[in-house]
């Protein structure tokens, strides 16, 4: 069973980035098509990005588009959200997931492997 580990959140001003991490151990994720998601208080959990198992095929949030990057280094067994240009909508917990079946997809419940997620606090 993969494990997964968010790091790289915290406080940022607007305008500025952070980039997360999320490790997984207990397995390869060359064999995963991984998502990054999150939840803002009193919201539902929401997609941001996803990426393949190669990397050939991304996918993001209309929201999120032209800011944040997604990527993956299967050799270390992570993948990495990378965001720009921040603003306090994007404040939330941000969570990866793992997804055993190949294709990209939005849908929270299509992902069997979740981390615990990591904070992201936008604020001047």
């Known amino acids: 069973q993969v494990q997964l580990v968010e790091s790289g959140g915290g406080l940022v001003q607007p305008g500025n980035s952070l980039r997360l991490a999320c490790a997984a151990s207990g397995g390869t994720l060359r064999s995963y098509t991984m998502g990054w998601f999150r939840q803002a208080p009193d919201k539902e959990r929401e997609f941001v990005a996803a990426i393949s198992w190669g990397g050939g095929t991304t996918d993001y949030a209309d929201s999120v588009k032209g800011r944040f990057t997604i990527s993956r280094d299967n050799a270390k067994n992570t993948v990495y959200l990378q965001m720009n240009s921040l603003t306090p909508e994007d404040t939330a917990v941000y969570y990866c997931?793992?997804?055993?079946?190949?294709?990209?997809?939005?849908?929270?419940?299509?992902?069997?492997?979740w981390g615990q997620g990591t904070q992201v606090t936008v604020s001047s």
């Open positions: 997931a793992a997804r055993r079946l190949f294709a990209v997809t939005v849908v929270p419940t299509a992902y069997n492997y």
